[in-house]
């Protein structure tokens, strides 16, 4: 079985600040794959970044980077110079090379002007 | 490049009457997922198929529920009779599933459904 676990329902950021989005995970697979989904109020889920479990350095996409901690099973998502379109819900999920997918309960996020 | 196309989407139907909600995945992905999200249950993985074939399906609710994937090109979910409870949106998505690596899952705009 597999888990995630996003223990922040809301965040608050103002705009132009930082902000990291928490992320746990669990799985007895060797090989898994880390992704981060946005999903505005328009309901479209949004691939962001991914990490892979045997991936070195931490994944990075424009803004957006994964703070990746193995040993502590953590997928932190880091959004710099948050925007006012940031404002969505965020989901962790973690894939298995089999394809199981789990997503975790995400976290929505507003951005203050 | 076209994403994964659903339809309808939106649904509304009353309670007992068969639904039919279709799937395209993206050209050349192996790989396709049924989701359901609602508020209290969040965003759940109901099957899933690997080259057509379906390879987990412990997410399926019950016995209601069907899905399948007679091609590489569409995939249909199926729930009959269907039910009250049974109202959410239901996501279809893609991904090119290889061994040893892991691709992101492409979602489709999903289906609102509405049983009353």
């Known amino acids: 079985a597999q888990k995630i676990t996003q223990t922040q329902p809301g965040m608050f950021v103002q705009e132009k600040e930082a902000v990291t989005l928490d992320c746990t995970y669990d799985?007895?697979?060797?090989?898994?794959?880390l992704f981060w989904y946005k999903q505005p109020s328009s309901g479209e889920m949004i691939f962001l970044i991914y990490q892979g479990s045997y991936d070195q350095q931490n994944a990075t996409e424009g803004r957006y980077s994964l703070n990746f901690q193995k040993a502590r099973k953590s997928a932190n998502l880091v959004i710099s110079a948050s925007q006012l379109g940031d404002s969505a819900m965020y989901f962790c999920a973690i894939t298995t090379n089999a394809g199981k997918s789990t997503f975790g309960d995400g976290t929505t996020l507003t951005v203050k002007p | 490049d076209a994403g994964v196309i659903q339809s309808p989407r939106h649904e509304v139907t009353e309670m007992g009457q068969e639904v039919t909600l279709r799937c395209k995945p993206i050209?050349?992905?192996?790989?396709l997922f049924w989701y359901r999200q609602t508020m209290m249950r969040g965003l759940e993985l109901l099957i899933y198929?690997?080259?057509?074939?379906?390879?987990?399906d412990s997410g399926m609710p019950e016995d209601r529920f069907s899905a399948k994937m007679p091609n590489a090109s569409f995939s249909t979910l199926k729930i009959q009779p269907s039910e009250p409870r049974d109202s959410a949106v239901y996501f279809c998505?893609?991904?090119?599933?290889?061994?040893?690596?892991?691709?992101?899952?492409?979602f489709g705009d999903g289906t609102r459904l509405s049983i009353l």
């Open positions: 198929f690997n080259n057509n074939v379906p390879i987990d």
């Open positions: 799985t007895s697979d060797p090989s898994y794959g």
């Open positions: 998505a893609s991904s090119s599933l290889t061994a040893g690596s892991n691709q992101p899952q492409h």
């Open positions: 050209s050349g992905h192996n790989s």
